[in-house]
């Protein structure tokens, strides 16, 4: 026990030791075009503000700036270059990691002349430029320092207006009254399963989260009416990316946290030609400390999980840049009704039951991405998908201890997807974002439930395939620098029934003045259901079964948002946004019945209702209001309040308040960083 304290304290001390022994860093980066990726040269990058000595320097002819011995804290950076809008940033300098950026530029509509705009911090705004309303960037940095985030996005979202959790024990989101099957996860432009250890087949969320925050980019998350390029989803979307590798030094990560014990370390493969590579394990905290006989009072129901990131990066001069990625992750937990301390909070185990848990998710992607000249680029996008779920549980009889099986899954999809993006700038009014979509999907789903102890029923019994095709098409134009239009459409085809959805999308953003902006944004959204839903059987009396969901179509949603945004000083804002959603088409049963499938999607089962058709209804409105402060000075303030309703009503039944009808959210957060001691020394506290 006493080498396990000594490990410790010697893992914790060494930032420390970094730190006193490197009170500097090198910051460095690319500027390109935020439309096309093209590499900007010529770029005025300034280091500092007014309240401290300026550093200056400018992009190379391949888009890079360098800055070396740069100290350690929180320092701005300003990038200028005529016919492009300015932009500033506050950024992290830390004694243990080179800051390793990817700044990209607007370009201005009016060219005749230098343009001045007051710089300003760009945080939260989407990088995605066609996004209007609802959207938002998230930092890494946001993961780490957003109280009660863990370094998950999920739960870090929560902060943001219109968004709650489902439940304290997983970290689901419910974006405006929603539900959390409605959201959408992707990452590096394949989307992706449930990315969450424990997480229940077809749902979105999870007690743990297989994302690591140490290895993904800056990202966005949006909360209604977005752009054509994402489908399959009627409530939210995330938009992850991982980052490069540092493609000029190696460098280490070791880390205690909540979510595990964690080893990374990236570099390059290729000084010569900036390949890079980065890699990053992580195992349970509570499963090492388990197997070092250590006990947190969680007895038999320890979980167990290890999750693995990497990426691969190859740039080329003449052929683009490729890139492998991918994440993984392994999780088992008993949950033993039998041996619980009935003296001790359990949020997981059935009474009754001994559950014996299991989970696999893996994604691997190969992308390409190449210009085309200096107004286009392609970007392909090949991986496979897989998730894994198995159950047993196992009824307990506490007046003999015996036991049965009283329920038992096995639950596997794979998905081979593939998509292709070509990006076209036109001028510096109009751009078009075109793209396919194709998922080749293959599952095996069978489970059962007794009933009687010795006669079981089949819930769901196939091994089979279908596809998903989607495509899309998207255009941006500028009237002028203050007033732009997005809009778009979306198509969608599942081939196991062709079902088939055509989603128009519209944006508009006027920047009425330096202060104030209003904003507007509708559209069509649609989703297939989970993939279970369709396989559910229905038990006849004659012993057979029949497939009665199978030819279910879209859930379908009808979004429409309207924004006004001010700006508070050089930090700060006033968010304002109001909406509205209709959703028809739901799942419901063909009888009188309080049955909607708007009301699934915030835990551990797997829904077996059969005979469903699509017959329901669903409304959400509301309003959220968004005061913030960004970082600056040593402290922020996230305040958000939402008052909102959601409703369904199902065949025959008058109109009901969904399960996720909170009717109002409100979040304060806020933090202040103290120094102390050595200038690279801080305390931060929430």
């Known amino acids: ?340 301390d009935t003296t001790q909070l359990d949020l997981y185990t059935i009474g009754g039951f001994d559950t014996y848990y299991e989970t696999r998710m893996g994604v691997g992607g190969f992308t390409h991405i190449i210009s085309f000249g200096d107004r286009s680029y392609g970007r392909l996008n090949i991986g496979m998908t897989t998730q894994q779920n198995f159950v047993r549980l196992d009824s307990v009889s506490f007046s003999d201890n015996t036991f049965w099986p009283s329920y038992g899954s096995k639950f596997t999809q794979t998905r081979i997807t593939g998509n292709y993006t070509v990006v076209t700038k036109f001028n510096s009014r109009n751009t078009l974002k075109s793209g396919v979509y194709a998922d080749l999907l293959n599952f095996l789903l069978l489970d059962s439930t007794n009933i009687t102890p010795t006669t079981f029923r089949r819930l769901r019994d196939t091994d089979d395939g279908t596809e998903l095709l989607q495509a899309y098409t998207q255009w941006q134009h500028k009237f002028t620098d203050l007033l732009t239009l997005n809009t778009g459409i979306h198509y969608q085809q599942l081939l196991l029934n062709n079902s088939v959805s055509i989603e128009p999308r519209v944006g508009l953003r006027w920047q009425y003045d330096e202060k104030n902006a209003f904003s507007f944004g509708s559209g069509l959204h649609s989703q297939m259901q989970t993939i279970f839903t369709y396989f559910n059987q229905t038990y006849l009396p004659d012993g057979s079964y029949l497939r009665t969901n199978e030819e279910l179509g879209f859930t379908r949603s009808i979004h429409a948002v309207l924004a006004w945004d001010r700006t508070l000083g050089k930090n700060a804002r006033l968010k304002v946004e109001t909406y509205y959603q209709h959703l028809y088409d739901v799942p419901g049963l063909e009888r009188v019945s309080i049955y909607s499938g708007l009301n699934e999607g915030a835990d551990f089962n797997s829904p077996n209702t059969d005979s469903l058709v699509n017959n329901g209804t669903g409304r959400n409105y509301g309003i959220e209001l968004t005061a913030e402060r960004f970082y600056n000075k040593g402290w922020y303030f996230l305040t958000t309040v939402s008052l909102f309703e959601s409703k369904y009503t199902s065949f025959g039944s008058s109109e009901r308040n969904t399960a996720f009808n909170g009717n109002y959210v409100v979040n304060v957060l806020g933090g202040k960083e103290i120094k102390f001691g050595p200038k690279d020394s801080n305390l931060s506290t929430l």
């Open 1 to 340: 026990m006493k080498y396990l304290h000594y490990f410790l304290f010697l893992f914790l001390a060494l930032p420390a030791i970094s730190a006193a022994q490197t009170p500097s860093q090198t910051v460095r980066g690319k500027v390109v075009d935020n439309q096309t990726k093209s590499v900007l040269p010529g770029v005025v990058v300034i280091l500092g503000d007014s309240g401290a000595a300026l550093r200056t320097t400018a992009t190379d002819a391949s888009g890079n700036f360098r800055f070396e011995t740069v100290e350690v804290g929180r320092r701005l950076l300003r990038f200028k270059l005529l016919g492009y809008r300015e932009r500033a940033m506050n950024i992290v300098v830390s004694a243990g990691k080179e800051v390793v950026l990817t700044i990209e530029l607007e370009e201005s509509v009016v060219q005749a002349k230098e343009v001045v705009i007051t710089a300003q911090d760009q945080k939260g705004k989407p990088n995605n430029e066609m996004a209007t309303v609802s959207s938002r960037s998230f930092s890494i940095e946001e993961t780490q320092r957003f109280a009660g985030s863990l370094g998950d996005p999920s739960r870090m979202a929560a902060n943001y207006a219109g968004v709650s959790g489902a439940q304290d024990s997983r970290n689901d989101v419910v974006v405006r009254g929603n539900s959390p099957l409605g959201v959408l996860w992707r990452l590096n432009g394949l989307d992706i399963p449930n990315p969450n250890h424990f997480g229940s087949f077809g749902s979105t969320g999870g007690p743990v989260s297989i994302l690591n925050n140490n290895v993904l980019d800056n990202s966005d998350f949006m909360s209604g009416a977005f752009p054509a390029e994402y489908g399959n989803a009627t409530a939210a979307a995330f938009d992850l990316k991982l980052r490069n590798g540092n493609n000029e030094k190696f460098e280490f990560l070791g880390q205690v946290a909540f979510n595990g014990f964690e080893g990374g370390i990236e570099g390059p493969l290729s000084k010569k030609h900036n390949a890079s590579f980065l890699v990053n394990y992580r195992y349970s905290t509570l499963g090492l400390f388990n197997q070092l006989g250590i006990n947190f009072g969680t007895g038999t129901a320890v979980p167990k999980y290890q999750d693995l990131s990497f990426k691969l990066n190859f740039p080329t001069e003449m052929l683009g840049t490729f890139s492998v990625w991918g994440i993984g992750g392994l999780s088992y937990i008993e949950l033993l009704d039998s041996k619980r």
